[in-house]
């Protein structure tokens, strides 16, 4: 019988680096139960690309897709979430699931008793609040202005716009809510956006306003976390 470890919290507040050294520690393959995270145009929009530069560590997403697909259901993606670990428990004796996405843990904890393991959790909490908005204010700068050749979240959401049928998709997405509305707000194209130049009032006003979607979202998350891992340990991550 193998034994799954879940580490699970809001946004930014250091699941990847978690997960990651226990899987390095445990010889541990992780599985990201992340919907966004499947996407491979949104590398840098979904947090994948920090995940991503963990060398020697087996991260599995739970399907790759491209924006024209659509949302990712998630009881598709709980399913993609236990089929994952029926197939690594034969092979693994101890799994790593890094998750921030609460519709497909609340179907994997719903469904956790179909698999033959053990199972324990970390839930990651915001302690300090200001802290959290300052550690979500460097994450947005770094996504925003991405180091020189990698594509931000502006080139991001102008690629994704284009799909016109799944726009709604879009907009939906965690960070590009907040660009979108700061688009229109200044009369933008959201077809456009890496033409804009920015001045640094323009780039911290922008950063400040994906930071409140962040925070905004991170707090959803918690709460719910606490709720569905309520028998669970709980760690502050500040």
Request: net charge negative.
């Amino acid at each position: 019988m193998s034994h799954v470890h879940a580490v699970v919290g809001p946004t930014g507040v250091g699941k990847t680096e978690l997960a990651t050294a226990l899987a390095r520690e445990m010889n541990a393959p992780i599985v990201v139960a992340d919907r966004l995270q499947c996407y491979r145009e949104l590398a840098t929009t979904s947090a994948r690309s920090e995940g991503d530069k963990a060398a020697g560590i087996i991260r599995l997403h739970l399907d790759d897709r491209l924006v024209r697909d659509g949302d990712y259901p998630p009881a598709e993606a709980s399913d993609a979430l236990v089929h994952q670990l029926e197939q690594l428990r034969a092979r693994h004796p101890y799994v790593v699931v890094e998750g921030g996405s609460i519709s497909v843990l609340q179907h994997f904890v719903r469904r956790r008793k179909e698999l033959s393991i053990d199972f324990s959790a970390h839930v990651l909490q915001i302690s300090d609040e200001a802290e959290y908005r300052h550690r979500l204010f460097t994450r947005a700068r770094r996504m925003l202005m991405p180091e020189l050749g990698l594509p931000g979240m502006l080139r991001e959401l102008e690629d994704a716009w284009q799909n016109e049928l799944n726009r709604d998709f879009v907009a939906s997405i965690n960070g590009f809510e907040a660009i979108l509305a700061w688009s229109y707000k200044h009369s933008f194209s959201p077809a456009s956006l890496t033409s804009i130049e920015l001045d640094e009032e323009m780039l911290d006003n922008l950063t400040w306003m994906v930071v409140d979607a962040h925070a905004e979202h991170g707090m959803e998350q918690q709460q719910e976390f606490c709720r569905i891992f309520a028998r669970r340990p709980v760690y502050n991550s500040f």
